[in-house]
């Protein structure tokens, strides 16, 4: 199975802050890679696909990048809503896999 | 867009649930479907997925062979039946919709069942 791993494991920040979270696969996905955001008693949703798409709906704060094997999600300047946790994963190849998470905290 | 599980709750070691997802306002037969579980503070964990037509499926390790995902698309829902249960499938259980296009994502999710085993 491909592991995919997730750096760092929280992060601290400020509205108006840029953050950028990492996400690793043990093996090269090309760009089969999507990032989501998740809060509490929500459904996740889709942020990012294809590693730099932009789901529809999203705002364009929310940008990603990669390829291969090292891929990144960057909010250019965090919202109060932003404040939830985000997870990274694969769909190249089955099983998918998912990252741990990053918890984005004020 | 809807996606509703439900059928999750409390069951012994050993027992079965079937969970089900009630599809909405989108044309169920043309997506494929996916089963993914959460621990809370982990990481999703994907389980399976089901074909647009219902004729083909993936399944991970853990669960195969204990679990099946199937489908009705003349009730837009989808199910996972779940055997031989054990304490480490307790998790919040979600249905979600992979997107059109080879993406290899979701693009959308419900808001989870739980399904909790213990004796």
């Known amino acids: 199975d491909i592991q995919m791993t997730q750096s760092p494991s929280s992060v601290s920040a400020s509205v108006g802050d840029r953050v950028t979270i990492t996400c690793r696969a043990s093996?090269?996905?090309?760009?089969?890679l999507a990032w989501y955001q998740h809060k509490p008693g929500k459904a996740p949703k889709l942020l990012i696909y294809?590693?730099?798409r932009l789901q529809s709906g999203i705002p364009s704060r929310f940008s990603g990048s990669g390829s291969g094997t090292h891929f990144t999600l960057t909010i250019s300047s965090l919202q109060p809503e932003d404040f939830a946790t985000y997870f990274c994963?694969?769909?190249?190849?089955?099983?998918?896999?998912f990252g741990q998470g990053t918890k984005m905290e004020i | 867009l809807q996606l509703v599980e439900s059928g999750g709750g409390l069951v012994r070691p050993g027992g079965s649930l079937r969970l089900s997802c009630a599809a909405s306002?989108?044309?169920?037969?043309?997506?494929?479907m996916h089963w993914v579980r959460q621990v809370p503070g982990q990481g999703p964990l994907w389980l399976s997925r089901?074909?647009?037509?219902?004729?083909?499926?993936n399944s991970a390790d853990i669960v195969r062979g204990r679990f099946t995902i199937s489908r009705d698309n003349a009730k837009s829902t989808l199910y996972l039946q779940m055997n031989s249960l054990r304490v480490e499938d307790s998790a919040v259980y979600f249905c979600?919709?992979?997107?059109?296009?080879?993406?290899?994502?979701?693009?959308?999710w419900g808001l989870g069942t739980l399904v909790i085993v213990s004796s």
């Open positions: 979600a919709r992979e997107s059109l296009g080879l993406f290899g994502a979701i693009d959308y």
């Open positions: 093996q090269p996905i090309n760009t089969w």
């Open positions: 306002q989108f044309t169920f037969n043309a997506y494929n």
């Open positions: 089901i074909d647009a037509d219902g004729f083909d499926t």
């Open positions: 994963q694969q769909g190249q190849f089955f099983p998918w896999t």
């Open positions: 294809a590693a730099s």
